[in-house]
């Protein structure tokens, strides 16, 4: 009993001392040399390190995919969070492009499954559209069930591959 409350204060002294170099420190490192580098220098990213306006802030801070309920090209009031973020985004950062890639995995024939991918990536383009981006700066093609994340039987899994993927295009790149 006498040698677990050591433990535990041992841990509990030892958290305490790891923490303390984390608080208030502005980048100073242990040798008390600043680096010259702040909180307030930092890009603002959501806290999450990405500078703004690169594909990486896209990724991490917007979203790319736009998940659909099967069978449907409709937008739902979660796919239409993600298409909102992508559209202010984009508003932002005119010099980009979208690719809109869209996939099915849904029953049916291939046939049906290419004209579902393509409707869901018409939806998500049509709906940035409507957000007031340029359709001059965005592309759609669906795909059908090519490219799935996972070939499963599993529904949460088979729900991964029914979705559209915004993908950036290189300012300048045609």
């Not at 202010?88 to 869209?102: D, F, H, N, V």
């Not at 001059?136 to 979705?163: F, H, M, P, S």
């Amino acid at each position: 009993m006498n040698r677990a409350v050591s433990l535990a204060s041992a841990v509990a002294l030892g958290l305490a001392v790891a923490l303390s170099g984390c608080s208030g420190s502005s980048g100073g490192g242990s040798s008390g040399r600043s680096t010259g580098v702040t909180q307030a220098s930092l890009p603002d990213t959501g806290g999450i390190g990405a500078e703004p306006g690169t594909e990486q802030d896209f990724m991490l801070n917007v979203g790319r995919r736009t998940f659909f309920k099967q069978g449907s090209a409709a937008l739902d009031e979660t796919a239409r969070v993600t298409v909102d973020k992508q559209a202010e985004w984009l508003a932002r950062y005119p010099q980009w492009k979208a690719k809109i890639q869209g996939f099915a995995d849904d029953s049916g024939s291939e046939a049906a499954q290419l004209k579902l991918s393509q409707q869901r990536a018409d939806a998500v383009k049509n709906y940035l559209v409507a957000q007031g981006i340029s359709q001059d700066r965005i592309w759609a093609k669906g795909y059908g069930r090519d490219r799935l994340v996972g070939d499963c039987a599993d529904l949460e899994c088979k729900a991964q591959n029914r979705r559209v993927v915004t993908n950036l295009q290189e300012p300048g790149a045609d």
